[in-house]
């Protein structure tokens, strides 16, 4: 009988230990939202992105090859999907410049947003990727095509 007791009154007492541990929920859920106001709010999914002007951007092409690399290479390398390819036996220049026809807002805004019923993935599932990475690495995709935007 002694045991019994013993281990109910231990039972117990380890759960109002672990309860207790947990602190003031209504303090972490204020601390969490003073953590969520200061982060950037990430868009709805249907909504659509404010127009970047690519105008003032600057390409860093060392940077762009890692995002080529690290995401955009499993659909560009050969062609998945429809995706424009740079493989050397499946690269065809007017896949490259008809879509570098479109302009550099454009090409940005499917990276972003994703193009074709997500055939080309919100940022081409880079989801880390700032917009800068994204123009980056189209850019250094359509100087590996030798592409120009008009």
């Given at each position: 009988m002694k045991k019994i007791l013993l281990s109910l009154t231990l039972i117990a007492f380890f759960g109002l230990v672990m309860t207790s541990c947990g602190g003031d929920k209504k303090a972490k859920?204020?601390?969490?939202?003073?953590?969520?106001?200061?982060?950037?709010?990430?868009p709805k999914a249907d909504a659509k992105p404010a127009a970047i002007d690519v105008s003032k951007m600057t390409a860093n092409l060392e940077n762009g090859k890692k995002i080529y690399s690290k995401a955009c290479i499993a659909c560009h390398f050969t062609g998945v999907s429809g995706a424009p390819a740079l493989k050397a036996d499946k690269y065809?220049?007017?896949?490259w410049q008809k879509r570098a026809d479109k302009g550099m807002a454009t090409l940005l805004e499917h990276s972003i947003t994703g193009f074709n019923n997500n055939l080309m993935p919100p940022k081409g599932t880079c989801m880390d990727c700032t917009n800068q990475d994204l123009f980056d690495a189209i850019s250094y995709m359509y100087n590996e095509a030798k592409v120009t935007f008009k």
């Open positions: 859920t204020t601390e969490t939202k003073t953590t969520e106001v200061k982060k950037e709010e990430a065809k220049k007017e896949d």
